[in-house]
Every structure is written in C-alpha cells, then in structure tokens.
C-alpha cells in the first residue's frame, strides 16, 4: 500500500465522454470526474487519493454523504461513474480558502492532518494476527507508489522488469547469520518494527516453514556472506484475500510467492534480484515484461488475467515496475520501483484488502 498525501495539484481538465455535465481532472496519470466548468487546465485544487478515510464534516461539505465506501461511508475508492474510471476526489475544501494552493502545490504541503484524514488500514483476521515482539534489526518492505500516482519515477526507454502484484498479504522473513535466529512478520507489523511469534496456527509461519524459507534464507545468507538476509513474499490462498489463485489455504503449504530479496553485505542493506538468487529453490511472482519502460505498455501489462494459477481463474491485480540494474529515485526519496494497477482490480465488488 502507498503512503498517503493530500497534496494540492495542479489539474488537467479533458471532456468527459458519456455524460455532459462531468470532465475529468487529471492529477499525475490518475483521473477524477468532476462536474463540468468547476475547474480549467492550469487551475489548483486538492486531490485526496484512494484508502483515504475521511471526517464526517468534510464529507457532508463535499456532497458525499453515503456514496463512499466502507461500513462508515467515509473511505475513498476508485469508482466508474458513467463508463469512466475516477480515482480520488479533486476538490478545494472550505478549511483551506486561505491558503494560497498554487504555492502549496510548489512546496508538496500535506494537507492530510489539517483535513482530518487518515489512511485506511484494513481490520487483521485472526489467522494474521498473533503475539508480537520487537524486532529493531528486522529488514523492513516500502512502501510502494503508484506510477500514475508519480509518472517520473522511470525515464522513457529505461531498462525495466514488470513482475505480477499478487492479491495476498506480504510475508517478511530475516535471516541473521551470526545466530541463525529467523523473525517473521507482516508488512503492518514490520512497518511498527514488530516480529510474530512462532505459531503454527499463524498464516504466514505456515507459509514460511511449509515452503523451508529459513533454510534457503541461511543458504543465501553463506552465498552472500551477509550479516542478514530478507525475503519478501506474498502468501495466498484461499481464506487470505478474496483471489485465491487456486491454493487451497486449508493446506499446511499455503501459496506463496517471493517479490524481493535484501541483504546486508559489508555493513549495507542492497536490494538483489529476487529471479537471480533465488529461481530453482523458491516459488517467484511471474516476470512479465523485460525491456524499455514505456507508461501505455506498463499500463496495458497491468490489466488482463492473472499467470499464477495457470489456468487464468481471475483478474489480475497489476504489476510492480523495478528498473533493471537496481538505482536510487529522487521522484520516491528511496528505491525506484513502483506499482500499476488494474482498473478491474480497482473496481471489483466484495474485494478484501487485508495486510
């Protein structure tokens, strides 16, 4: 999940094609549909982004009691409103009529605490959850943006690798050479430097020792001649998320899946090429496309159907772009990669988004 930020923007405003009361403000790649004349190209607004929860007050000021999701009404989510995809709300809320949105938009100003509005963080099945302890040596997952949310992470023509985001919830796995100790954790608690306790009944210590993760991490580890290695993967299955890719979670090898792979080498953390390190001793996320970056060709890998199964059972969520030799971005402050997503994934009915 990305982090959230309530920036100002400013819009590019296109016809919208089925209805004539509505256009499209474009912010980044994304688009949002908003009544026709409320904003030119040029102009400056505010773009709340999806996964945002937003305060009751803002939302009855925005004329948007009860057309938001969740149990509460009050969560932003990607919608088509007569045929075309809208992705977050474009608007310019009455507690910042003072604030001078061209500069802000200059500056990058977060707006989010001032509005009142907080990320969406999905409640955590039992089957996720579990006794926690701290884990300050534990290698950390990113966050990861959307390209469309920030185009100018990759540069048209850049060597890149478009590998399938899979719909489960990503399982974090240290290795600590000195000892042999392994910690385990979700990407939530990993963020709150948290490790899970050994449980068999714990979904992604199932998936760990059912797919011997430890023991390919402490081989790796040699290889390296790293002090700690980390393995990220996805684990899946029914019972985990709402695509199950056919893996039955009732088994004790649940489906799982690595993404990446860091290691701490000389006393620095490198991200390493997951297919390189590991292909012949762990299940990967399918390598979609090798080659120059081009956004369309990005956004057209993303939709389709998913190649986990093999069989095609059901949408696919989008891919995670890398660029081929991995590099530093200014765009992200960190690594450069970053995520594109399906419309139809976005749009799905009765979809979990658990992490």
């Known amino acids: ?28 790649l994304y688009r949002a549909v908003v009544a026709k004349g409320e904003y030119r190209t040029g102009d400056t607004a505010v773009y709340i982004p999806e996964q945002s929860v937003l305060p009751a007050a803002l939302i009855e000021e925005l004329g948007l009691t009860g057309r938001l999701a969740g149990s509460n009404a009050d969560r932003v989510k990607a919608v088509r409103l007569r045929g075309e995809l809208s992705q977050g709300i474009v608007c310019r809320p009455k507690a910042l009529a003072d604030v001078d949105l061209a500069r802000a938009a200059l500056d990058g100003t977060d707006f989010a605490d001032l509005l009142g509005i907080v990320k969406w963080v999905p409640p955590i099945p039992p089957t996720m959850n579990g006794d ?5 040596d534990l290698l950390p997952w990113v966050d990861i943006e959307n390209i469309q949310r920030f185009p100018g992470i990759f540069e048209p023509g850049e060597a890149v690798v478009l590998t399938e985001k899979l719909h489960g919830s990503a399982c974090l796995l240290t290795y600590f050479a000195e000892d042999g ?18 449980d068999p009944r714990n979904l992604y210590w199932r998936a760990v020792l059912g797919h011997g993760v430890p023991e390919t991490a402490a081989r790796l580890a040699e290889r390296l001649g790293a002090r700690r290695v980390g393995i990220f993967g996805e684990v899946f299955g029914a019972g985990v998320q709402d695509l199950s890719y056919g893996a039955d979670g009732r088994r004790s090898t649940l489906g799982y899946a690595v993404f990446d792979v860091s290691a701490e080498i000389d006393g620095t953390v490198r991200w390493l090429d997951a297919a390189e390190l590991l292909d012949g001793e762990l299940p990967l996320v399918p390598r979609l496309y090798e080659g120059p970056y081009d956004i369309e060709q990005v956004l057209e890998v993303a939709s389709g159907r998913e190649t986990v199964s093999g069989r095609e059972l059901h949408l696919r969520e989008g891919v995670v772009i890398r660029p081929a030799v991995e590099r530093y971005s200014p765009v992200t402050g960190g690594r450069a990669i ?11 009915k009765g979809g979990t988004e658990y992490e």
């Open 1 to 28: 999940m990305s982090t959230l930020r309530v920036t100002a923007e400013v819009l590019t405003v296109h016809e919208h094609p089925n209805a004539d009361a509505l256009e499209l403000a474009q912010v980044g």
């Open 132 to 136: 926690v302890e701290s884990a300050p």
């Open 181 to 198: 100790r392994v910690q385990v954790s979700s990407k939530g608690f990993g963020a709150k430097s948290l490790a899970l306790k050994e």
């Open 338 to 348: 970053a995520k594109a997503v399906s419309p139809a994934y976005l749009t799905r």
